[in-house]
């Protein structure tokens, strides 16, 4: 699994979901930044932590978004890609090149978009 990164960020305020999707990655041998579920941690560990890539919820709810989660690891160069059930449009702090996956999210679909997004950054 060299090819892959290997600490994986993910910012999600459902704490269920947060769980599955750490338990999926733990399983398929990642490492787990996080979860944050709420955007002050997420903020910090977008400032601080180790990440190779992150997986974003558009929503963390009370009118919060990951919006600043994303400028932080832009500013970066962090990869990552929105997990949401939004559609694409519907984001409004989207950058033309962000990457969004539609809830609910299967084990390899998670796999392959996290392929996706560590492929682009070219490394």
């Given at each position: 699994?060299t090819?892959?990164p290997?600490r994986?960020f993910?910012?999600?305020?459902?704490?269920?979901?947060?769980?599955?999707?750490?338990?999926?990655?733990?399983?398929?041998?990642?490492?787990?930044?996080?979860?944050?579920?709420?955007?002050?941690?997420?903020?910090?560990?977008?400032?601080?932590?180790?990440?190779?890539?992150?997986?974003?919820?558009?929503?963390?709810?009370?009118?919060?978004?990951?919006?600043?989660v994303?400028?932080?690891?832009?500013?970066?160069?962090?990869?990552?890609?929105?997990?949401?059930?939004?559609?694409a449009?519907?984001?409004?702090?989207?950058?033309?090149?962000?990457?969004v996956?539609?809830?609910?999210?299967?084990?390899?679909?998670?796999?392959?978009?996290?392929?996706?997004v560590?492929?682009?950054?070219?490394?």
């Amino acid at each position: 699994m060299t090819d892959l990164p290997k600490r994986v960020f993910i910012v999600e305020d459902e704490v269920v979901v947060a769980f599955e999707m750490t338990d999926t990655l733990e399983d398929l041998g990642f490492e787990v930044v996080g979860p944050s579920v709420h955007l002050s941690d997420a903020e910090k560990k977008a400032e601080t932590a180790n990440i190779d890539v992150a997986f974003l919820d558009v929503n963390l709810g009370r009118g919060k978004t990951s919006a600043p989660v994303a400028k932080i690891l832009r500013e970066r160069s962090i990869p990552f890609a929105f997990i949401t059930a939004y559609d694409a449009e519907h984001i409004s702090f989207m950058e033309p090149t962000d990457k969004v996956v539609k809830k609910p999210v299967s084990s390899p679909e998670l796999l392959t978009v996290l392929r996706n997004v560590w492929a682009g950054t070219g490394t």
